[in-house]
Structure formats: structure tokens, C-alpha cells
């Protein structure tokens, strides 16, 4: 069964260009559960700026899930990246991203890895920057694993990173690093630069698919751009997809309503 999901900034303010619903925090909470929401996806920068038992009894006392914490503001913010030829940053990132995985472990809520995994230009000059860059994320998985903490790999558009683009990007960089615990989330709005086909991309992930973030073309709610839902939802069954659909977009026309109109469209798909 396919759950449905938000993202919303943390508590410790309101970063990030992509998070929706207005409010404070334990507001945000109440909307998505209102709004009818099975979950929210937190969206953080620093976990030592929260007060992990308050975020914890919020989302509980709405009862919603959280299926994941997406990382991004982690390099949107801070500049921090895994993959990086500059050490100190490298050992910045990594303590970063353990706090993001002890809280994860807090919450039962997986851990994304998109902008946060660096790029391959930031390695150096090395003959196999794709090699060196698997190794600087082994750290920060084998350290979810003692955790119980499962890490998504997201593919990412070519203006927002330089490796892995495309859902096979993600099932290979998956097979390199070779771990149980990490799998792969989809962005439709990526999947729509990058991938030749969005359904094909479903189907060549589908074994390792845990999560998804949903968007319209032009990064709006789903529906008020050009991609076709109907074939993407028609393969989402075929595959048997499980895990959450989270909408992750512009707030616009504002926060809230984006919201609705995502609810909205996946109560529809989804019933
Ligand atoms: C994060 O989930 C994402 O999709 C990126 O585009 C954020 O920059
Ligand atoms: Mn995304």
C-alpha cells in the first residue's frame, strides 16, 4: 500500500525553497494530519537545533509517520557534501549526517542522500572519481546499518549535481556500494529531465524503491504541469510499489494550498 507524504521544514525555521504548509511546526503537523496526510517528510539542517522528544511527540500526537528525513538544506544551507576532496568538510559532513541518522533512528524515518552525497568534480583530479566517491559515502551508511537506519539514494537533474541522474544511475551506484540498507527514492520531477522514460525508470528501480517525491514538471503540485500521471500511476501498481509518495514542490500559490491540491490528486490516484 502506497502512503502519502509532505515535506516540511523542522522546527529550527523555515530553510529550504521546496517545504510546504504554513505555521509553526506542531501547526504543520495538525494541517498534514487534517489535510489527511499519513506522514510528514521533515526536512532538517542541524539536529542539535531541535529538541528531538518535542518533534517526536508533535508528529506522534498527530499521528503521522515520517518516513524519511531529507537532507538537502545539509548542502543548501551549509555546504556540506560527502564526496569532496576537502577533508575537513568531508569530516563536517559525515558528523552532520551521524546526528541526521541518530535522529532518523529516533523517529523509525529513513535518511535521503541527494545533494548531500558531493559531486565528483568536488574529488579532485583522480582516475576514477565515481570509485572515489563510493568510498566517501561508505562511512555515514555503515554507521545507519549499526543504526537500523536505511539510507535513499536520490538521482538528482544535471543542474543540481554532476553523478547519478537517472533512476540506473541510482541502481548503480546502489550496486557499487553494495549494502543492504540502502536503496533508492525517485523524484518525478527529476525523473523528467533525466530519464528517457519515467515508467522505465520505475520498473528498473522497483527492487530497491523505497520512497518518492512527488512534483509536476514544473515543479509545482502534481497536475498543473505536463507529465503523465496516468501511465506513472498505471506502472506504480504494476510494479506493486509500497512505501510513501511525499510531495516535495514550490509552495504555490502558497504552502498550504499546494498541499491540498497534492492530497488532493493522490487520494485520487491512490484509492
Ligand atoms: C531533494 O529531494 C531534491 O529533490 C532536490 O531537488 C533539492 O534540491
Ligand atoms: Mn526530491
Request: charged residues 25%; glycine residues 12%; hydrophobic residues 45%.
Amino acid at each position: 500500500m502506497i502512503k502519502t507524504g509532505v515535506v516540511v521544514c523542522g522546527p529550527d525555521g523555515n530553510y529550504g525553497p521546496l517545504a510546504l504548509l504554513s505555521g509553526t511546526f506542531e501547526q504543520k503537523c495538525a494541517r498534514a494530519a487534517e489535510m489527511g496526510f499519513d506522514g510528514i517528510e521533515l526536512m532538517v539542517r542541524d539536529p542539535a537545533e531541535l529538541d528531538w522528544a518535542a518533534v517526536k511527540a508533535t508528529v506522534d500526537g498527530a499521528g503521522l509517520g515520517v518516513p524519511q528525513i531529507v537532507t538537502g538544506e545539509l548542502f543548501g544551507a551549509d555546504g556540506l557534501c560527502l564526496a569532496t576532496s576537502d577533508e575537513e568538510l568531508r569530516r563536517r559532513a559525515e558528523e552532520r549526517t551521524r546526528a541526521v541518522i541518530d535522529l532518523a533512528a529516533c523517529l523509525g524515518a529513513m535518511v535521503n542522500i541527494g545533494r548531500l552525497r558531493g559531486q565528483l568534480r568536488f574529488v579532485g583530479q583522480v582516475a576514477d572519481p565515481w570509485g572515489l566517491a563510493v568510498e566517501h559515502l561508505r562511512g555515514v551508511i555503515e554507521y545507519a546499518s549499526g543504526r537500523g537506519v536505511r539510507i535513499a539514494i536520490e538521482p538528482l537533474n544535471r543542474y543540481e549535481t554532476d553523478f547519478v541522474f537517472s533512476a540506473a544511475d541510482g541502481v548503480r551506484l546502489i550496486k557499487d556500494l553494495g549494502y543492504d540498507n540502502v536503496g533508492l527514492m525517485l523524484d518525478f520531477f527529476h525523473m523528467n529531465i533525466e530519464d528517457a522514460s519515467i515508467e522505465e525508470g520505475l520498473r528498473v528501480s522497483a527492487a530497491r524503491l523505497w520512497h518518492i517525491h512527488i512534483a509536476d514538471s514544473n515543479r509545482l503540485y502534481p497536475g498543473a504541469g505536463h507529465i503523465d500521471f496516468d501511465s506513472i500511476f498505471a506502472t506504480l501498481a504494476d510494479i506493486g510499489s509500497q512505501g510513501y509518495i511525499s510531495g516535495e514542490m514550490q509552495p504555490l500559490p502558497d504552502p498550504d494550498a499546494a498541499a491540498v491540491k497534492t492530497i488532493e490528486f493522490l487520494r485520487c490516484r491512490l484509492a
